[in-house]
């Protein structure tokens, strides 16, 4: 499974963005999928996570009422649509495929949100 994110970039607080994540290769051994991201100096946290027939989404608190996360199987891409963002938002956001057997990630995508 190979996993591509697209979509970061700087916008400005109050802003919105929406990250893709395309995958490819063994696509129907996906199961869960999720986005985490890493600031500058801090560990890499869970954002949100989403079953895998799309039906149930988990939010971190930080993110919840903000972020939207979804799928489109036929297309292998997950999305993060993100509004009302903060520069506390601000880091580089990866994509992880969950299958039986291994834990894929993406090469992440950087947000920036400026103040």
């Known amino acids: 499974v190979q996993l591509v994110e697209s979509g970061g970039g700087l916008v400005q607080a109050g802003g919105s963005l929406r990250l893709s994540c395309a995958a490819s290769?063994?696509?129907?051994?996906?199961?869960?999928m999720a986005w985490y991201r890493q600031a500058p100096g801090k560990q890499r946290e869970l954002v949100a996570g989403?079953?895998?027939?799309?039906?149930?989404?988990d939010y971190s608190d930080s993110v919840k009422g903000r972020f939207t996360i979804s799928r489109d199987s036929a297309k292998n891409t997950m999305y993060l649509q993100m509004n009302s963002l903060k520069p506390e938002d601000t880091a580089v956001y990866y994509c992880?495929?969950?299958?039986?057997?291994?834990?894929?990630w993406g090469q992440g995508t950087q947000v920036t949100v400026s103040s």
């Open positions: 290769g063994s696509t129907f051994s996906i199961n869960a």
């Open positions: 989403i079953s895998s027939g799309g039906g149930s989404t």
């Open positions: 992880k495929a969950v299958t039986r057997r291994f834990d894929y």
